[in-house]
C-alpha cells in the first residue's frame, strides 16, 4: 500500500502546477482522497478532499478557487490543479487517505513559490 507524489516544482506567483498522486497496493477507487501541505516550520493541514467516485470535494478557504482536486480511478491517480499559486502555497504536498489498518501517506513533492 503506497501513494507516489509527483508534479511538485519551483514556480513564480501567479503560476500554476499540476500534482499526481498515484496510489497502489488497495482498493484506489473505494476510498476518498486527501492532498495536505507542510509549510517549512508549520504543521501540516489539509488542503482539499475528494470522494471515492469524485463527484464531490471540498477545498480549504486558502486554496477555494485556484485549486481543483480531481481523480481518474481508471490510473488510480490523484490530481491537485494549482492557479495563480502565492508564495504562501509553498511547501511539501501530500496525498493520505485512511485505510481500515492504517492511515496512508505519500512521500510528498514539493512545490515552491517564489519569484
Known amino acids: 500500500e503506497q501513494f507516489v507524489e509527483s508534479g511538485g516544482d519551483l514556480v513564480q506567483p501567479g503560476g500554476s502546477l499540476t500534482l499526481s498522486c498515484i496510489g497502489s497496493?488497495?482498493?484506489?477507487?473505494?476510498?476518498?482522497i486527501f492532498w495536505y501541505r507542510q509549510a517549512p516550520g508549520k504543521e501540516r493541514e489539509w488542503v482539499a478532499g475528494?470522494?471515492?467516485?469524485?463527484?464531490?470535494?471540498d477545498y480549504d478557504d486558502s486554496v477555494k478557487g485556484r485549486f481543483t482536486i480531481s481523480r481518474d480511478n481508471s490510473k488510480n491517480t490523484a490530481f491537485l490543479e494549482m492557479n495563480n499559486l502565492r508564495l504562501e502555497d509553498t511547501g511539501v504536498y501530500y496525498c493520505?487517505?485512511?485505510?481500515?489498518?492504517?492511515?496512508?501517506w505519500g512521500q510528498g513533492t514539493r512545490v515552491t513559490v517564489s519569484s
Open positions: 493520505y487517505t485512511s485505510l481500515p489498518t492504517r492511515n496512508l
Open positions: 475528494i470522494v471515492s467516485t469524485g463527484v464531490g470535494a
Open positions: 497496493g488497495f482498493a484506489f477507487s473505494d476510498y476518498a
